[in-house]
């Protein structure tokens, strides 16, 4: 086994602990809640295997919604978002992608931010669609999804600059 998978592990336990310990018991104002697991689907290698990428998604969502108590709504949105990945790649990087010369946990560039903005917009849209699960809470549903989206983008940022390698 190689150190990559090793560092895939390690990013799904802590983030997965930290959520269920830290984030899943913070709720603004009743419409921000930070879902800064998400970073395992974004920082999953490019390179990596995505029938994986799509299993340890769902599973990451399952365990969230067993103590979240939420019916699987995190574990839909995770795989879908772990599903449109790649399609997220190409849009946000372009040939970048292709080639796979594409590190996430770099410096924030406008097409880094882009690609972390798409994902977890996407996650959190689809996350309160299948909780309200009613159109007649269109406005609560795009309240939440924005307000939650710009305060898990910051901690996801945060985290990133945490996390990344310094370079002496």
């Not at 903005?117 to 007649?136: C, K, M, P």
Request: contains cysteine.
């Amino acid at each position: 086994m190689n150190s990559t998978l090793f560092a895939n592990i390690f990013r799904f336990l802590l983030l997965l602990t930290a959520q269920i310990i830290i984030f899943n018991n913070i709720n603004f104002l009743g419409y921000i809640s930070p879902f800064p697991y998400l970073l395992f689907i974004i920082l999953y290698p490019v390179n990596g295997n995505k029938y994986g990428l799509l299993v340890a998604s769902f599973i990451l969502g399952l365990i969230i919604d067993m103590f979240s108590n939420s019916g699987g709504i995190h574990a839909t949105a995770c795989v879908v978002l772990a599903y449109y990945r790649p399609y997220l790649f190409k849009f946000s990087f372009g040939l970048s992608y292709e080639y796979q010369t594409v590190k996430l946990n770099d410096v924030l560039t406008p097409e880094r931010f882009s690609f972390i903005l798409l994902s977890v917009l996407i996650h959190h849209l689809i996350l309160f669609i299948l909780e309200a699960f009613q159109f007649s809470f269109f406005w609560d549903i795009l309240i939440r999804t924005i307000l939650s989206t710009l305060f898990t983008i910051l901690i996801c940022v945060l985290i990133i600059y945490l996390i990344k390698p310094h370079k002496r």
